[in-house]
DNA sequence: CTAAAATCGTAACCTTAGGTGACTACATAA
DNA sequence: TTATGTAGTCACCTAAGGTTACGATTTTAG
């Protein structure tokens, strides 16, 4: 096939910290749809997580959701529009402030969330087995140190 | 401002594996590039890195080069067309396959090179220097674990 | 109490990053 | 020497998100 994605396979060089971070993240973003679709819910994409997993389980505004997933409201409003057509959560207006539009978890989407965490539960608990459990808690703490790390460097 | 993206200060949750990944990616890319600019390279791109780390010191074509980086050569044509306007590399029609078009750095490429190891080693040693070597080492490792962990996972 | 400023959500459009299919030019094996 | 395969390229499509501009409401200052 002449336009396809090659694979890498077979070539392997020195990976520095950009390359490995890029594709444990790839890897784990993949795994977590991958599992979600087995466990019978479809039509997920791993960009939908950044709503999910913002949202508290008791809702939330839209502006508020956005804020804590780091994006604009604009980009959080159409993952709303496609969480809610996949019934996943619902929106009512709010009382108290009437611009405001307020975001809940379906039913369906609080069932969502249990499958999520235990999804994600599942696959550190792949990883922590593979590790061992110090050196999975070490590269939870090593990552948010990197992060910190270089979020603070000026030039 | 109404429209830009929100910063996330002051919303901490437990972050799970999937979250600190992302965040320390995209932290490193923004780090990499912002020192690249800093040290006079302009107009480059976290995406070209994938072109520049995959390209022998000594040239390689086009098909080669994309296969290594994992991606197609319609994309990787396009990462060389902006390289070639930012006169890091060059191309050649080689001798041997007249199909064959040769990607090799030029002066400037070379000096970028160097400069690009240089910056990916400060930041790796900041962060070496911030969690301490070993624990530095152990997130590297730990690092391609998961990926190959999740990679692996068929259901 | 009202006018100005700020905030919530939406719509239209732009950008980045990459993939797909179809095609030309050349290379190689039957 | 014809069939088949490979190197690049062109045109178009998709995913994800940001930017500008706007209408509808609060909120705040005078």
Redesign the interface.
């Known amino acids: 096939m002449n ?6 396979k077979g ?1 392997q060089r020195a ?18 749809v ?2 979600l679709h ?1 466990r019978g819910f479809e039509g997920l994409r791993s960009t939908h ?1 950044a709503l999910l ?1 913002s949202l508290d389980l008791g809702g939330a505004s839209l ?1 508020a959701v ?9 980009a959080m409003g159409r993952l709303a529009d496609e969480l809610i057509r996949l019934k996943y959560i619902e929106t009512s207006r709010s009382e108290a402030d009437r611009r405001e539009v307020n975001l809940a978890f379906t039913k369906t989407g609080l069932d969502l969330m249990q499958h999520s965490f235990a999804v ?1 539960d599942a ?2 608990k ?2 922590a087995n ?2 061992g459990k110090d ?2 808690q ?14 603070d ?1 000026q ?1």
């Not at 956005?66 to 604009?74: E, L, P, S, V, Y």
């Open positions: 336009t396809k994605r090659a694979s890498n070539y990976a520095n910290l950009r390359q490995r971070l890029l594709r444990a993240s790839r890897a784990v973003n993949v795994a977590i991958k599992g087995a997580t997993s502006t956005a804020r804590r997933a780091g994006m604009t409201k604009q994600m696959i550190e792949r990883c593979r590790m050196k999975f070490t590269l939870l703490s090593a990552l948010s140190e990197t992060a910190l790390e270089c979020e460097e030039a």
